[in-house]
């Protein structure tokens, strides 16, 4: 199985700063790499998919970037709704569809 | 609308089964591939199971539901199954069901783009 490793597990951030959130594959998942957002008592949101392809409605200060093994999400100008806790997940390899085991952004 | 709403939860003795469903609206169901996750008390999210759509073409589990979930669909009722049995403390968790599908030309991506809000399990006795 591939696994997937996010850092850091969490980080402290204001209001208008750029976050930069890590992911690591286990070994290369191409580009079949995807960034979501989850808030407590929501749904999970997709925010990114193909490692830098931006979900439709998704505000464009979520980016992302990498490929093969090394993947980053930024947030360009944080904002207060996006205080949440953000997962990168590999669907390469479809027998196993595992996600990294998050990051949470908090004040 | 899309939408996606999980049922079914609730509190079960360990060794116990439990049935959850997730309903669907707004897209042809039978056109897409499911999946299930879920989160555990303080812990991320993880993904538990898969069905291919066409009337469940392709199945697959983590292996920590192997053996003891089985994951199901109803096209003609737009409806999603988790037969949960065999359950343990550590399947105490937050259960979503998600939409898996792709972009529709090269390359190929594949992600969960509609989620529901998920149904709450908790095993204790």
């Known amino acids: 199985d591939i696994q997937m490793t996010q850092s850091p597990s969490s980080l402290s951030a204001s209001v208008g700063d750029r976050v930069t959130i890590t992911c690591r594959a286990s070994r290369t998942i191409w580009n079949s790499l995807n960034w979501y957002q989850h808030k407590p008592g929501k749904a999970p949101r997709l925010l990114i998919y193909?490692?830098?392809s931006v979900q439709t409605g998704v505000p464009s200060r979520f980016s992302g970037s990498g490929s093969g093994t090394d993947f980053t999400l930024t947030i360009s100008g944080l904002q207060p709704e996006d205080f949440a806790i953000y997962y990168c997940?590999?669907?390469?390899?479809?027998?196993?569809?595992?996600f990294g085991g998050g990051t949470r952004v908090e004040i | 609308e899309v939408q996606l709403a999980e049922s079914g939860g609730g509190l079960v003795q360990p060794g116990g089964s439990l049935r959850l469903s997730c309903a669907a609206s707004g897209f042809t169901f039978s056109a897409y591939e499911m999946t299930w996750v879920r989160q555990a008390p303080g812990k991320g999210l993880e993904w538990i199971a898969y069905i291919g759509g066409s009337s469940g073409s392709g199945i697959y589990y983590a292996d920590s539901v192997q053996g003891r979930f089985t994951i199901t669909r109803d096209d003609a009722h737009n409806s999603l199954f988790l037969q949960m049995q065999s359950l343990r403390a550590d399947d105490t968790a937050i259960y979503y069901c998600a939409r898996y599908t792709g972009t529709f030309s090269p390359p190929y991506y594949y992600y969960m783009d509609v989620w529901g809000k998920g149904t709450t399990v908790a095993v204790s006795s």
């Open positions: 193909g490692a830098s």
């Open positions: 997940q590999q669907t390469f390899n479809l027998p196993s569809l595992s």
